[in-house]
């Protein structure tokens, strides 16, 4: 860019080069074996170059996934009547997503460059997560009010044991299938009583 100092400015065809160097090696080894100085000896930039401009690899690659060069599966609620089958589906789709181990890999990555930035964090919650919980939370409400749950059933509780068995599956490495799904939406609509 004209006018600036050297050095100063983000040179917008370096930040490509990156991000498509990031994009492709992911594509190629994972992004767990995806290094800084692959990604710099790719995008024919210096290391210092990246290090100017983000902290870490995970933060370049929510960068990728924020600006579309790496595109995550995306799962919304499916659109049936009965919320129980719409939830299991949603569930079991969300937990194949993850037993992709490509998938698994950008999605831990990006675990990472969350819990070092908050304001990374903020922003891939509003851009990845919310839409989500926007959709399930309206789901379940207006179940509710059809009288197919309890009114007094909190959907961000909901949300947040949905939410955490897929962070817990990704995270520990578990096999995941469709009969995980099932049996959560089993525990979840009947309870731990034995009534």
């Given at each position: 860019?004209?006018?600036?100092?050297?050095?100063r400015s983000r040179s917008e065809k370096s930040r490509t080069a990156i991000l498509?160097?990031?994009?492709?090696?992911?594509?190629?080894?994972?992004?767990?074996?995806?290094?800084?100085?692959?990604?710099?000896?790719?995008?024919?930039?210096?290391?210092?170059?990246?290090?100017?401009?983000?902290?870490?690899?995970?933060?370049?690659?929510?960068?990728?996934?924020?600006?579309?060069?790496?595109?995550?599966?995306?799962?919304?609620?499916?659109?049936?009547?009965?919320?129980?089958?719409?939830?299991?589906?949603?569930?079991?789709?969300?937990?194949?997503?993850?037993?992709?181990?490509?998938?698994?890999?950008?999605?831990?990555?990006?675990?990472?460059?969350?819990?070092?930035?908050?304001?990374?964090?903020?922003?891939?919650?509003?851009?990845?997560?919310e839409p989500y919980e926007s959709s399930i939370a309206s789901r379940l409400d207006?179940?509710?009010?059809?009288?197919?749950?309890?009114?007094?059933?909190?959907?961000?509780?909901?949300?947040?044991?949905?939410?955490?068995?897929?962070?817990?599956?990704?995270?520990?490495?578990?096999?995941?299938?469709?009969q995980v799904a099932d049996n959560i939406i089993e525990i979840l609509f009947s309870?731990?009583?034995?009534?």
């Amino acid at each position: 860019m004209s006018g600036t100092r050297p050095g100063r400015s983000r040179s917008e065809k370096s930040r490509t080069a990156i991000l498509t160097a990031t994009r492709d090696l992911v594509a190629e080894v994972g992004y767990e074996h995806v290094t800084i100085e692959g990604i710099a000896s790719r995008a024919h930039v210096g290391k210092q170059t990246i290090y100017r401009w983000w902290s870490s690899k995970s933060a370049i690659l929510a960068d990728c996934v924020l600006d579309g060069f790496i595109l995550l599966p995306r799962e919304l609620l499916p659109q049936n009547d009965d919320i129980r089958i719409a939830l299991t589906e949603w569930l079991r789709n969300a937990l194949v997503a993850i037993g992709d181990p490509n998938n698994a890999s950008l999605i831990r990555g990006l675990n990472s460059a969350a819990a070092d930035d908050p304001d990374l964090a903020l922003v891939l919650y509003q851009r990845m997560t919310e839409p989500y919980e926007s959709s399930i939370a309206s789901r379940l409400d207006e179940a509710a009010k059809l009288g197919e749950l309890r009114s007094d059933i909190s959907a961000a509780d909901v949300i947040e044991m949905l939410f955490g068995t897929i962070l817990y599956r990704l995270l520990s490495r578990l096999d995941v299938g469709p009969q995980v799904a099932d049996n959560i939406i089993e525990i979840l609509f009947s309870g731990l009583s034995p009534t």
